[in-house]
């Protein structure tokens, strides 16, 4: 049994802060294509602030300023290359994520430049810190109107986020995914204004120990807690070892059950959802509401499956926090995957939700937007994409004997199959080439084993294959040719 609530000592907490050149630097990345955000109501707000030629000038300039610091460093010491199964999420250190720390820890324009300069070439930095200099007296009309509510918002959710039950929640959140954290492990959550606009959508995501959180003002703190602790979970997921999570996806890949690795996909964002979305909401909402809440469809996760799962295995993971048992259990694999499926239905045999984790060869990059369309339709996951004859992709599935994935083949480019051979067999070979020379679009599907599927999808023009991901998304069970 895990210690008594308040009886040990307290291994998380929370730091809510403010930043003007966070701000504005998120806005930027925003509006730059360079975040996952609210961008429209950015648009918005700048346009009433005088948006100008020269400033789409200078937004050009930072998106290929930061464009140059989207690479990832693999620091992950794990047998992953060895694993049967890809993981589900990336295990590297992201230089676009120390830009963005950069700026959320900056007090003013000299401590950001000064701050740039230790994860950016110098004249980068140089370049960097002017545009947000050039934008800085604009956006401070803004901030003069929010910065004293957002910081009183700041005081009333870090008041929230310092309950007793929640922390304690946290902590044994922390046991479950058996993470590698020593105590204290403090949390800072980063508040975005967000404008006022109809839509009030906001997002927030987690980088390392940092949360970002956009809020509207007028938002009560209990409508932001649950999106700061989901991202939180995540967190805690990416903190567990990497000899644990090697062992997890080895218990997915050994099981039996042919949908193992498809509910795999939708392990961490339905563990997150069923904690941030589930017991946290329960625990702020008032009594009576969280019955109403439990019922809507997608009130856990905008994600029919996500949300499905998230609801089926909410009783089994509060057992677990009661008994400080973790996902890394031998009995954990099996259990969930048997509630995943009682919570998938007719579901689990989707084509489309077998590629939350998937390799993507997309032979001609001018397909890319067919491939992005499937990758939006297909919702949340782990993605590894190959863009022209890329060696990378064979490798990936050839390293991973129960990796799936997608190759877009158009017909023109038949020739090219004998590199995939190997890995997608010559009987498979000679058919997508047969199935290219009649000219008609179609998906074939080549079954490396019963939890894994490679789908070709072949055809001659962009229209093509915008067809036949909407076809493939509208597939309700598996097949071998889908036209």
Not at 176 to 197: C, E, F, G, H, K
Not at 355 to 384: H, K, N, Y
Request: glycine residues 6%; neutral net charge.
């Amino acid at each position: 049994m895990p210690p008594a609530a308040g009886s040990a000592e307290r291994r998380v907490t929370f730091e809510l802060r403010t930043s003007e050149i966070g701000n504005l630097v998120y806005q930027l990345d925003c509006m730059a294509e360079r975040a996952h955000c609210t961008s429209s109501v950015f648009v918005d707000l700048w346009k009433r602030l005088g948006w100008t030629k020269q400033d789409d000038d200078a937004l050009q300039q930072w998106r290929t300023l930061t464009g140059r610091y989207v690479q990832s460093v693999n620091l992950d010491g794990s047998r992953q290359e060895h694993l049967l199964a890809l993981p589900d999420q990336a295990r590297t250190l992201d230089l676009a994520d120390k830009l963005r720390l950069a700026a959320l820890g900056a007090g003013d324009l000299a401590q950001y430049h000064n701050r740039l300069e230790l994860v950016a070439q110098p004249v980068d930095a140089d370049k960097l810190a002017h545009i947000v200099e050039r934008f800085l007296p604009r956006f401070h009309t803004f901030w003069l109107s929010r910065h004293g509510k957002l910081i009183k918002q700041g005081r009333d959710l870090g008041a929230l986020l310092r309950r007793r039950d929640l922390l304690d929640l946290c902590d044994r959140a922390a046991r479950l995914y058996a993470a590698d954290i020593r105590s204290p492990y403090t949390i800072q959550v980063n508040l975005i204004a967000l404008p006022r606009n109809n839509t009030h959508h906001s997002n927030g995501n987690q980088i390392e120990r940092q949360a970002v959180i956009e809020t509207e003002e007028g938002e009560r703190p209990a409508t932001r807690v649950g999106v700061i602790l989901h991202e939180f979970f995540h967190h805690l997921y990416e903190l567990s070892t990497t000899d644990a999570r090697d062992r997890l996806i080895e218990r997915f890949a050994s099981s039996a059950d042919p949908a193992a690795l498809t509910t795999y996909g939708l392990l961490n964002e339905s563990v997150a959802a069923a904690l941030g979305n589930g017991i946290v909401e329960r625990m702020v909402q008032p009594a009576g509401q969280y019955e109403q809440y439990l019922k809507r469809e997608r009130s856990f996760y905008d994600d029919d499956a996500i949300d499905r799962v998230a609801k089926a295995i909410l009783p089994a993971l509060e057992d677990r926090l009661a008994h400080g048992r973790t996902l890394y259990d031998e009995d954990f694999v099996p259990e969930y995957i048997r509630l995943a499926r009682v919570g998938l239905g007719k579901l689990v045999n989707r084509p489309a939700l077998g590629l939350r984790v998937m390799v993507a060869a997309i032979l001609d990059p001018s397909l890319e937007p067919a491939f992005r369309r499937l990758q939006s339709a297909v919702g949340p996951g782990a993605v590894s994409p190959c863009m022209g004859d890329d060696p990378d992709c064979r490798d990936l599935l050839r390293a991973h004997a129960q990796a799936s994935g997608v190759i877009f083949l158009p017909a023109k480019m038949v020739s090219q199959l004998g590199a995939w051979e190997e890995i997608l067999g010559k009987q498979n070979v000679a058919r997508i080439s047969s199935l290219a020379h009649r000219g008609s679009p179609v998906i074939l599907a080549a079954h490396r084993s019963p939890k894994s599927i490679i789908y070709i999808f072949i055809g001659q023009s962009d229209r093509d294959f915008m067809g036949l991901v909407d076809a493939f998304v509208r597939a309700q069970s598996t097949f071998t040719e889908l036209r």
